[in-house]
């Protein structure tokens, strides 16, 4: 398969595009830290996560697609220093979601003061890249389709692709959810809302300690 995919450029990409459209749209780490900085933040707060994680995903894909993937075989233990580290980002932040508190309806956010462009860029990329499970996605994905005759145009088009797909996903999401009246209806409820996203974040924390296969 390879061997054809390297002779129809246009086959390797709608096979690597439609991949990762379907990785980038199923619910995860990315998508939960997204949604609880948006309701609980706001819109802004919401896109700057999401291009912190649309550039892990640059990271990951340059990693994977320049032949990099035999570092992960050679140094298994990085992969278990990033599934630790992964997983004490996601506790903490769950835990920190967890101890929202109800807030006077004077007081904007009932999650602290709003965090700046650039923290908030930092936990999306930080998210994104201390999680193995994408690094190894994309290192399978592209050993199987990605051969040396691959020209470096179509990699680096396929890399500005999943990585501007991943952007603009989350951006969307964001903007939904940081719609004002969604969020003026939520305000009530803020806390809760929180709290549950710190249950979420908690519980992938968990699991992102299970052995990556």
């Known amino acids: ?47 700057w996560t999401a291009l912190g994680i649309g550039s892990g995903i640059a990271f990951h894909v340059a990693w994977a697609m320049f032949g990099l993937g035999w570092v992960v075989e050679r140094f ?11 997983a004490a980002f996601l506790l903490y932040m769950g835990v920190s979601a967890l101890r929202a508190r109800p807030t006077p309806p004077a007081e904007p956010s009932a999650a602290g003061a709003v965090p700046g462009s650039a923290r908030s860029f930092g936990i999306g990329l930080a ?4 999680n193995p499970k994408v690094m190894m996605f994309f290192v399978a994905l592209c050993s199987t389709v990605i051969t040396r005759d691959t020209s470096i145009a179509l990699r680096l088009g396929l890399g500005a692709w999943m990585a501007g797909t991943t952007m603009l996903w ?44």
């Open 127 to 130: 998210t994104n890249l201390l």
């Open 1 to 47: 398969m390879s061997a054809t995919l390297s002779e129809s450029p246009q086959s390797l990409f709608a096979l690597v595009a439609g991949a990762h459209l379907l990785a980038v749209s199923s619910p995860g780490p990315d998508f939960a830290m997204v949604a609880r900085q948006t309701l609980a933040h706001g819109r802004s707060t919401g896109v």
């Open 76 to 86: 298994p233990l990085l992969l278990e220093l990033l599934r630790y580290g992964g």
């Open 170 to 213: 989350f951006s969307l999401v964001a903007w939904g959810l940081g719609h004002q009246a969604l969020r003026e209806r939520l305000q009530k409820q803020a806390h809760w809302i929180d709290r549950g996203m710190g249950v979420l974040l908690v519980g992938l924390g968990l699991l992102s300690l299970l052995p990556v296969n």
